[in-house]
């Protein structure tokens, strides 16, 4: 679970299911779901790709090809609350 700003988000692994996409783009994607995740009927990715809520497949942590993209501005965003929360 993360907290930002006051908010609580769950982090979540998803990516498009079987039959939808090529398998070279069914990237196992980040997201923080918040209160207000899925409300128009897409999640947004760490990377910020919007994908449809009914057509994702959520996945156990460390299944699937990670997106790199997903990945690189995980790592930077933790980074960033860790530092803020350590008062670096």
């Keep these: 679970m993360?907290?930002?700003?006051?908010?609580?988000?769950?982090?979540?692994v998803g990516r498009l299911t079987a039959g939808l996409t090529g398998e070279s783009r069914r990237s196992a994607h980040l997201f923080d779901l918040g209160e207000d995740a899925g409300a128009n009927g897409f999640v947004?990715?760490?990377c910020g790709?919007?994908?449809?809520l009914p057509d994702i497949e959520w996945l156990k942590l460390g299944m699937g090809m990670p997106c790199e993209?997903?990945?690189?501005?995980?790592?930077?965003?933790?980074?960033?609350?860790l530092r803020r929360e350590l008062g670096a």
């Design 44 to 46: 947004l990715a760490r």
């Design 49 to 52: 790709s919007e994908l449809p």
């Design 2 to 12: 993360i907290k930002a700003n006051d908010r609580t988000a769950v982090l979540a």
């Design 69 to 81: 993209r997903c990945l690189g501005v995980g790592v930077a965003t933790d980074q960033a609350l």
